[in-house]
């Protein structure tokens, strides 16, 4: 028979329990907060590409030429 409490489910021979939202941190990395920053980086700029309703292509273009406006 299954019984649950507010973060863990119980059904047979398994447990299944909710995660904090932080993967990286449940698995126990030393690093978590780190190795979330790319993709987090990564996250944002699709943001960013899909709110001005770019395609890939465009963006990268926009990007050069910015570099290419610093003088990069």
Known sequence: ?????????????????HGSGAVLADLSYADA???????????TINGVIAR?????VTAAGQIAAAAVGRGA
């Open 1 to 17: 028979m299954a019984s649950r409490s507010e973060d863990t489910f119980v059904a047979e021979d398994e447990t299944i329990t």
């Open 52 to 56: 001005r309703w770019l395609n890939q």
């Open 33 to 43: 907060e780190e190795r979330q920053t790319k993709p987090r980086l990564a996250h």
